[in-house]
């Protein structure tokens, strides 16, 4: 944000959410307990599984003592699976997905980023992850705004919509609004 008056984007107050929200990890070591400001952590013991404020538990997997459930993770796999879905021929339908599914998108582009800093062969996990979130997302795109010139506003579609889905769905829906009014009237809409 740039200034007082700039309202935060969807992207920055879905990601604070989620930063914010439970996650649950797996402690691979024993960890003392830890005063943090008013909050106490621990102590933890080797193999208990605990739940954290992500942006808490993310520090513990980056030092070593956790690791996050293979389960609440996005991997290639399940983003391959849902760019399959996304892709299958005839679907006009939005499918839907996690609604932390852009959120994990997003962690998933950055950690792949830093692996291939490391070890170059990583480059090539980082460009199907590229590409494979490319597609979903103008996959979808497309299908909002398709949605959103329809007229009509089903709920049982746009509940399949992420927030940030949402917010271009409702954008779109404002502006086609809007020029149909300047074009035939105000009768129009």
Known sequence: M????????IVTIV?????????????LREFPETRMG????????????????LWIATHF?????????????????????THYKETLPG???????????????????KELKALEAKDRAK????????????????????KIASLSASGEQPTELTSNLTAEELALYLSIRSSIDAWKRDILGREAS
């Open 61 to 81: 997997v980056q030092m070593g003592y956790a690791k996050f459930r293979e389960e609440d993770q996005l991997s290639l796999n399940t983003l391959s699976t």
């Open 123 to 142: 480059g090539r996990d980082l460009d199907k992850a590229l590409s494979l979130s490319r597609d979903i997302v103008n996959i979808r795109i497309k």
């Open 15 to 27: 990601d604070t959410e989620f930063e914010n929200s439970p996650s649950r990890i797996n402690l």
């Open 91 to 109: 679907s006009r339908q939005i499918p839907k997905l996690a609604k932390n599914f852009y959120f994990q998108v997003r962690r998933l582009i």
């Open 2 to 9: 740039n200034s007082l008056h700039e309202e935060p984007s």
């Open 38 to 53: 008013d909050r106490v952590l621990g102590p933890y013991r080797q193999g208990q599984e605990v739940e954290l404020p």
